[in-house]
């Protein structure tokens, strides 16, 4: 699962695992649990070393049988962008008037800015976004329950992409 910060890919992620029966993998979690908070590392380490600290988590999770969540900018990474291109990626959106509530002072890239930083943080990798995913779902205004199970169910019926709209 992809997508921008607040999007709720590790709330949907959970879900979605466990209707699938897997576990499920929140890479900024395990980069949290081995390393400390992510704020904490872009202050102290800087954002160049946590992109490698990642990197590391992202490989890993990739080669688990699991519903993995990465982290907003973990897409960035060309190696990361390489693996992705051979599994089934959903990406998950979301409006910045519904992201509004979901993005707090612990987001490193966010915390002087607010929803214009998100703003702009979206622009700058909405392409990647759209081009490493094999479908979308907007979380602005939907249930994330109903949403997680309409991944689960692309994901039990092979995970292709959406389906071609007819034009009128």
């Known amino acids: 699962m992809i997508g921008a910060p607040g999007a ?22 395990r980069i949290v649990l081995r390393h400390g908070p992510i704020a904490q590392v872009f ?20 080669k688990e049988r699991a519903v993995v969540a990465l982290g907003g ?11 992705l291109g051979s ?17 707090g002072d612990k987001r490193p890239l966010l915390r002087d800015g607010g929803v214009e930083a998100w703003e ?5 990798r909405r392409s ?3 081009r490493l995913a094999t479908r979308s779902w907007d979380s602005s205004t939907r249930p994330i329950d109903a949403i997680a199970q309409e991944i689960a169910d692309w994901v039990t019926s092979g995970a292709g992409p959406e389906p071609e709209q007819e034009l009128p």
């Open 73 to 83: 900018g973990a897409v960035l990474d060309p190696e990361t962008q390489i693996e």
């Open 43 to 62: 202050a102290t380490r800087g954002e160049e070393y946590f992109r490698m600290i990642e990197r590391i988590e992202v490989a890993r999770a990739l």
């Open 8 to 29: 709720g890919k590790s709330r949907a992620g959970k879900r979605v695992a466990r209707l699938l029966k897997v576990p499920f993998v929140d890479t900024d979690r």
């Open 128 to 130: 990647t976004y759209e």
């Open 120 to 124: 702009k943080l979206v622009a700058a």
């Open 87 to 103: 599994l089934p990626i959903a990406l998950l959106t979301v409006s910045a008037e519904a992201v509004a509530d979901r993005i």
